[in-house]
């Protein structure tokens, strides 16, 4: 049953969606650009094999083209005849966060959220240390690269089950690794997210089995894209 437009509950909604997005600009929208309903399957910033060996072109294809893409075709049924036809992803995220009753357009919204947010953490041949000022902001809050890097893996690699290991910014401006469950996102709690690494068993499993420790490692020392986090950082 699709809500009345013009009831209580939907107005309220509304107002809450406002304030939400009105929060996420006060975090700092990511540098990514993602549009209103009808919601796209982004296309990947590289080829399906760009990124083997460290992720095969068959983890990519698959994930890509099917998990990703299925997110995108669930919520766009999702939302048709409901109040958030027509609006920004990010409104739908933060509106339906935490309401047990929206939870089935807050999963797919955020996993395509985090999706189009993780392919663009992510570049051949990418990896290493980040660019000078971001490596300063990082010895800050970590101590050092080094002590950075040992947090980000095991904080990653010990979300259980399925979910998404997260640098981001808090409303300080400190640095921090975070981790966050199936299609949680780290704006609801205020963070701004600067990168992330997808540890849902499809993002892996074809390539490192039930080895995420050497996923989320080589992901870090060869993949992630810090030219991302700098603009996300802003
Ligand atoms: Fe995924």
Redesign the pocket.
Known sequence: MHPNPESATTRRDFLQATAAVAALASVGAPSIVLGASPFTHMALPWGESALAPVIGAQTVGI?HGK??KAYVDNLNNLVKGTEFEGQPLERVVMATAGKADRQALFNNAG?IW??DF?WHSLKPGGGGKPPAALAARIDESFGSFEEFRKQFAAMTVSQFGSGWGWLVADSAGKLKVVKTGNAEVPMTQGLKPLLTI?V?E??YYLDYQNRRADYVNAVIDKLLDWEFAVRNLG
């Open positions: 994930h998990h990703h996993q985090n999706h993780y997808d849902w499809h993002a």
